[in-house]
């Protein structure tokens, strides 16, 4: 059985939402949207970022996005940002999703940004 996007997206929305009562501000998601590279893959990325925002504001969970807007920060600050943020909270769940594509090097794998790419061994 193969389970397309919005199939997957509604069932982890419905997944979020009973999570909020567990909480006590509910829970936080980093949503961070890669760099695109080619245009196809930012249409894909942008769709699957519209989707997402879609999910978490039906769920209540609360919505850092990472990726979408240009600043004068590249995204590996912004979501280093993002995450300290989210040390000051009392949240107890948290959600890093990554929409995008990365690379393998053989030694190092890398997630796509906009600026310097985040590492799996900075994750």
Not at 94 to 103: D, F, K, N, S
């Amino acid at each position: 059985m193969r389970i397309r996007n919005r199939q997957l997206l509604a069932i982890l929305a419905a997944a979020i939402a009973p999570m909020g009562a567990l909480c006590v501000e509910g829970p936080e998601v980093i949503l961070v949207i890669g760099a695109a590279g080619e245009a196809e893959f930012g249409d894909a990325f942008a769709r699957t970022a519209e989707q997402w925002e879609a999910a978490v504001e039906r769920s209540g969970a609360g919505l850092t996005l990472v990726g979408k807007d240009e600043g004068e920060k590249d995204d590996l600050d912004r979501l280093e940002e993002a995450l300290a943020e989210s040390l000051k909270t009392e949240e107890e769940q948290l959600w890093i999703v990554l929409a995008g594509h990365g690379t393998f090097d053989g030694r190092e794998a890398k997630f796509n940004l906009r600026g310097p790419d985040l590492t799996a061994a900075m994750l």
